[in-house]
């Protein structure tokens, strides 16, 4: 007994393939030439060959050529295992067109044979190594395999017309009776893989998949696989049509309910999968579903659990009181040996618990943690927050939870999540924020993240000061400064300046703390506290005399990262020092790509901006110089380029609105791109009728185009001032063309005046919006106050999802979104978007967008904006109720 226990382990630690080398492999390959052939020792070497094949290894041609060769001699034996390892060699080696003559015949012989796994192991290998001539050939005998009684060798057939459907598709759709025969067929696996085929072959004609779920959903389908495909074919067919307006009736849902009824597991969990998967579907259509899946639940088979519960874990995303019935059993999940199963559980339970079970819930996750993995820690995390969220009363249970599982073991990504939940509560819930900062308080003094403990004293110090009590969480600061890496030091000593200058009964205790840190062992802990101890004064006092550095030490950030990079890149040391309010503020998107030939892309400022700065500086460069243009002020904003031509036409044009307090200037980007014409005289005529608010004051031609270099002209109009004047204007190109003598390349006289109409250009309501981000929209919000506060609600209409309002309204405002909250979870039913930007005439706006949609697809929204001009909170929300 112990004999045989000890070679169980043996042969489970060792391959018989280990160490195998290619060349050892290819002499024992000579083997196939003997004339006594021994098929065990012949089988394997094949085996051996067919492993270095799937472990990567490349033949040679010769190499390749010389194995296939001696694996065709194989076909003299007679066994019936050594022909079934010569068919899959030859499917690994896939011969070239030559050489695949020469195994043609033994092949086509083999398919016609009385054997019937020499037929269905022939077809599949002939129909993956021939071309469509021989396929030509044999396509006869491939049709009857198809109707064949063997079930073997039909579903041979069957199969390889799946895959030749790719490479040869007219070929295989001629097979369509047959395939529709073999639908009918009694045996399981010819059944689903006809079925499968027939609706590849009609898959681009949707009248005929309607025709064919409509004549098999009347019970012609007895293979459970393929009425799983049945199923989904319905289930496209449902998202496809509408629904039955007068009846409210959804087309096949009766038959999807009826699968529910299945004697097979599998058919019965599509069915129900399917249904949950419904566009808009209600909650009475969903109830039979729920009730099956909920059986499941208390299945012996993991696989029936997890699909159950994994499903209604999508369900409770957007009907959480649908399957509140099933808390109970998925409660009893909670214990069970699959941890993905207890998962999937726990977090069902926390979309769809109600306030009352909060505590219970939490004494059973509490001991379900530590028996899981991080990656599963953080879906429990996730879930847990939006459990707050939803029930905000119940934060001191949820905070102390996560402030327990804060202190356990686990790795970088899950800790992140816990700090991440902590600082959304805290934002969200203002009876969190206290004992949510003393919670992260207490765990950067374990914490071994660098990282993580940067960015609690970073938000310390914007949520600390504004407590009841600021003075309890400086000692948790000040130990950073001695007990930490010095990249946590020089936080530290930020935030100790944070809160020195936003506390005044703080002030003097910061000061002498910060007068400690000037022995720091580190040069940026030394100047950091230097800097601030400058700022505060001598006497813990604030300098009055210097707003501007005040501000940009100790006020939010409002200043994209990436402008700040670039301009402090582009500074040169001099006398004249570093000018923070001469660093963009816009945020430019990158343009898509341009939809030109190589060598027709309108270069220079035609182009797409290449960094925000420089980009702005070229444009107010160019248009400063023109003196039609010299005294509209300021320019505030420039668009991407809009393309006013198609691709490879003669004429490359695009466009670039430049918007100023009281005018537009389009600038027309122009490329010739035809080799043999001069263009002259260059302008473009504007037509204004459909822009009543736009009258044209100037415009510059461009004197001379010639082949494949850009140049520009303008057109400029006036606008009331101040005001976010929308219009359309239709653009004609008009210019004199002269051809060019293509031996000595100059132009000929007597020049021929053209016309070119391009597409239409639009000033939309967002081209009066600059972007512009800010680190922390809360405390901007704050900050902004509420004197200007406009609050409406509007109804957006039918859309097909939540994301798609929210990217509408974005693109309606031309505003940037603040915080990753431009992202919308999938089938999510609420979301909310925080906007920040500038309006024409430099005054900040900030807006907070609640979107919430319902079962049939109607959007609303709540839209808030707080402004430093109460004309502008206004005017915000005519763009909303205009657009």
């Known amino acids: 007994m112990h004999d045989y226990a000890t070679s169980i382990v043996l042969t489970a630690e060792y391959s018989p393939f280990m160490g195998i080398e290619k060349g050892a492999v290819l002499q024992e390959a000579r083997v196939f030439n003997d004339p006594q052939l021994d098929p065990r020792k012949c089988s394997q070497v094949i085996t051996k060959l067919l492993y270095l ?84 050939q044999i396509e006869r005998y491939l049709k009857q395999a198809i109707v064949d009684k063997n079930p073997v060798v039909a579903s041979a057939a069957l199969v390889s017309g799946i895959h030749l459907l790719q490479t040869n598709p007219e070929i295989v759709k001629r097979w369509s009776n047959e395939v529709q025969e073999a639908v009918q067929s009694r045996a399981a696996l010819v059944q689903f893989h006809a079925l499968a085929l027939l609706h590849q072959i009609r898959q681009n004609d949707r009248l005929a998949i309607s025709k064919l779920v409509t004549s098999l959903t009347r019970g012609t ?51 129900a999968r399917a249904i949950t998967e419904l566009s808009g579907v209600t909650t009475r259509e969903l109830t039979p579903a729920i009730t099956v899946l909920q059986l499941f639940l208390s299945s012996s088979k993991p696989v029936l659990r997890f699909a159950a519960v994994r499903t209604l874990n999508e369900v409770a995303m957007t009907h959480p009181m649908a399957v509140t019935n099933c808390n109970i059993d998925m409660e009893s999940l909670i214990s069970d040996q699959n941890r993905s199963i207890a998962t999937l559980a726990i977090t069902t339970l926390l979309k769809t618990g109600n306030e009352s079970s909060v505590d219970r819930l939490m ?52 800790k992140k999540a816990i700090v991440d939940s902590i600082v959304v509560l805290i934002r969200d819930i203002p009876e969190a924020k206290e004992s949510g900062l003393l919670h992260l308080c207490e765990f950067i003094e374990d914490c071994e993240f660098t990282y993580l403990s940067t960015q609690i004293l970073h938000f310390l110090g914007i949520e600390g000061p504004k407590t009841s009590d600021p003075s309890k969480y400086i000692r948790y600061i000040y130990n950073r400064v001695h007990l930490e890496n010095a990249t946590v030091r020089a936080a530290a000593v930020g935030t100790l300046a944070k809160f020195g200058a936003l506390v005044d009964a703080l002030k003097p205790r910061i000061f002498v703390l910060l007068r400690r840190c000037l022995f720091d062992g580190d040069d940026e802990v030394r100047d950091r506290a230097t800097l601030y101890l400058n700022t505060l004064g001598a006497d813990g006092q604030v300098v009055e005399t210097d707003k501007d550095v005040q501000a940009f030490l100790f006020g939010p950030l409002d200043i994209p990262l990436v402008n700040l990079e670039t301009s402090l890149k582009k500074y040169e040391p001099s006398e004249k020092p570093f000018d923070i309010n001469s660093v963009p503020k816009e945020v430019k998107s990158q343009p898509l790509a341009e939809k030109k030939a190589p060598g027709k892309k309108p270069t220079g400022l035609g182009a797409p901006p290449a960094g925000p700065p420089s980009a702005v500086d070229g444009y107010e460069r160019i248009l400063s110089s023109i003196p039609e243009f010299s005294n509209f002020g300021k320019l505030f904003k420039s668009s991407a380029p809009v393309e006013l031509t198609e691709a490879e036409t003669e004429y490359a044009i695009n466009a670039v609105k430049h918007i100023f307090d009281g005018h537009v200037i389009f600038q027309y980007n122009c490329t010739n791109t035809m080799p043999y014409q001069l263009l002259e005289n260059v302008t473009v005529i504007v037509d204004a009728s459909e822009a009543e608010e736009f009258s044209e004051v100037a415009s510059k031609a461009l004197r001379s185009l010639p082949y494949d270099s850009p140049g520009q002209t303008f057109v400029a109009f006036e606008k009331p001032e101040g005001v976010p004047a929308v219009g359309k204007f239709s653009n004609m190109l008009r210019f004199i063309v002269n051809e060019v003598d293509p031996t000595t390349g100059e132009a000929e006289d007597g020049g021929v005046e053209d016309e070119y109409q391009l597409e239409d250009l639009e000033v939309f309501a967002a081209d009066y919006m600059k972007k512009v981000a800010v680190s922390n929209f809360r405390s901007a919000w704050e900050s902004m106050g509420p004197d200007f506060e406009r609050v409406d609600e509007y109804g957006l209409g039918p859309r097909e999802s939540l994301a798609e309002a929210v990217a509408t309204v974005i693109s309606l405002l031309g505003m940037q979104p603040c915080e990753g909250t431009e992202v919308v979870q999938s089938n999510s039913r609420s979301h909310t978007c925080l906007l920040s930007g500038v309006f024409i005439g430099n005054v900040r706006v900030l807006g907070r967008l609640q979107f919430g949609i319902d079962g049939t697809r109607e959007v609303a929204m709540k839209l808030a904006v707080r402004s430093e001009d109460e004309s502008v909170s206004d005017a915000i929300h005519e763009i909303i109720a205009s657009g």
Do not use: W
């Open 53 to 136: 094949l799937n472990q990567g290894e490349t033949f040679t041609k010769i190499e390749a050529t010389e194995v296939f060769f001696a694996v065709t001699k194989l076909f003299q034996s007679r066994d019936v295992g050594l022909r079934r390892m010569v068919y899959l060699m030859i499917k690994e080696l896939s011969p070239s067109a030559d050489e695949v003559i020469i195994v043609t015949s033994s092949l086509m012989k083999d398919m016609n044979s009385k054997t019937d796994m020499y037929r269905a192991n022939a077809i599949r290998v002939l129909c993956r190594i021939t071309d469509g001539t021989l396929l030509t």
């Open 221 to 271: 389908v007895r293979s459970p696989l393929a009425q799983c495909l049945l199923i989904r074919y319905t289930s496209q067919v449902i998202h496809e049509s509408a629904t039955n307006t007068q009846s409210g009736d959804r087309p096949f849902y009766d038959f999807l309910e009826g699968c529910l009824r299945h004697k097979a597991e599998m058919v019965i969990f599509e069915a």
């Open 363 to 414: 004494k059973q996750i509490t001991n379900f943690m530590s028996d899981i993995a991080d990656e599963f820690k953080i879906v429990v995390v996730e879930a847990i927050r939006s459990l707050c969220l939803k029930f905000p009363l119940k934060y001191r249970a949820l905070m102390n939870f996560l402030s327990n599982i804060l202190r356990e073991e686990g790795g970088f990504e899950y």
